[in-house]
């Protein structure tokens, strides 16, 4: 980031960002692969396998399919490792499916203390994830943050997906800001790729999600243990 660029607007990712990814997502996941496999319990171990999530730890790789794919790209994925659900009527039911998930959500801290904090200081705020628009919208009612946020992108607003740099260029569109005024905030690669391809003034790195310091460090300007530290690096991204 230039010394002379002051960081003026915040956009985050949701899940493993906003919301802890273990506690939110992986009943979700399971449940997904149940619905893929159409109840066949072993078929739907060998779905999560190979999306990217160890059916008896709940492991997830850094950057795999259930970590980073928005709702198309997992139903594909899904499909191409067995099941034999259509793939369009697949895509449907899962977003539905995380639809719902969003009144089940567990946030890492007090989002709406969190963002009163971020508006208070004249930042403008959003949020881009990989989900569908509905569950991002839902998730910001539940959460009382709907009045702070000025911008809400999923993977079926229009924007692109991650790590293409659309989400973040309709941020600026839609504040009036310079791509180099912005700050990416992520749990995987997908979001700080996304980030950089957009040209934004830092990328910021939380570990609540799916990603380790070790996967995310090179593409990071911060790593941070979540996203309450950003408090910490204000005096810097405080806006004129």
Same mark, same amino acid.
């Given at each position: 980031?230039?010394?002379?660029?002051?960081?003026?607007?915040?956009?985050?990712?949701?899940?493993?960002?906003?919301?802890?990814?273990?506690?939110?997502?992986?009943?979700?996941?399971?449940?997904?692969?149940? =619905?893929?496999?159409?109840?066949?319990?072993?078929?739907?171990?060998?779905?999560?396998?190979? %999306?990217?999530?160890?059916?008896?730890?709940?492991?997830? =790789?850094?950057?795999?399919?259930?970590?980073?794919? @928005?709702?198309?790209? =997992?139903?594909?994925?899904?499909?191409?490792?067995?099941?034999?659900?259509?793939?369009?009527?697949?895509?449907?039911?899962?977003? @539905?499916?995380?639809?719902?998930?969003?009144?089940?959500?567990?946030?890492?801290?007090?989002?709406?203390?969190?963002? /009163?904090?971020?508006?208070?200081?004249?930042?403008?705020?959003?949020?881009?994830?990989?989900?569908?628009?509905?569950?991002?919208?839902?998730?910001?009612?539940?959460?009382?943050?709907?009045?702070?946020?000025?911008?809400?992108?999923?993977?079926?607003?229009?924007?692109?997906?991650?790590?293409?740099?659309?989400?973040? +260029? /309709?941020? %600026?569109?839609?504040?009036?800001?310079?791509?180099?005024?912005?700050?990416?905030?992520?749990? @995987? @690669?997908?979001?700080?790729?996304?980030?950089?391809?957009?040209?934004?003034? +830092?990328?910021?790195?939380? +570990?609540?999600?799916? /990603?380790?310091?070790?996967?995310?460090?090179?593409?990071?300007?911060?790593?941070?243990?979540?996203?309450?530290? =950003?408090?910490?690096? +204000?005096?810097?991204?405080?806006?004129?």
């Amino acid at each position: 980031m230039s010394a002379q660029t002051k960081i003026r607007g915040i956009l985050f990712d949701k899940d493993g960002t906003l919301l802890d990814y273990d506690e939110s997502w992986l009943p979700v996941n399971r449940e997904l692969a149940r =619905i893929a496999a159409e109840d066949d319990a072993v078929l739907a171990d060998h779905l999560l396998a190979e %999306c990217g999530m160890d059916p008896v730890t709940g492991h997830i =790789i850094p950057d795999s399919l259930l970590a980073a794919g @928005n709702t198309r790209q =997992i139903a594909e994925g899904l499909v191409a490792a067995g099941s034999k659900v259509d793939m369009i009527e697949l895509t449907i039911k899962l977003d @539905n499916l995380f639809a719902n998930a969003a009144e089940f959500s567990v946030p890492v801290t007090d989002l709406a203390a969190f963002f /009163g904090r971020l508006h208070g200081r004249g930042f403008k705020l959003g949020i881009a994830s990989s989900d569908n628009e509905r569950s991002i919208r839902q998730t910001a009612q539940r959460f009382g943050i709907s009045e702070f946020v000025d911008y809400i992108a999923g993977y079926d607003s229009g924007f692109g997906s991650k790590p293409e740099p659309g989400m973040v +260029l /309709g941020f %600026c569109a839609a504040t009036g800001l310079q791509p180099e005024e912005v700050a990416m905030v992520g749990d @995987n @690669n997908h979001d700080l790729h996304m980030g950089r391809n957009a040209k934004t003034g +830092l990328t910021i790195a939380v +570990l609540t999600g799916t /990603g380790s310091r070790e996967s995310l460090s090179a593409s990071a300007d911060h790593v941070l243990d979540d996203i309450t530290h =950003i408090d910490a690096l +204000l005096p810097d991204l405080q806006p004129a």
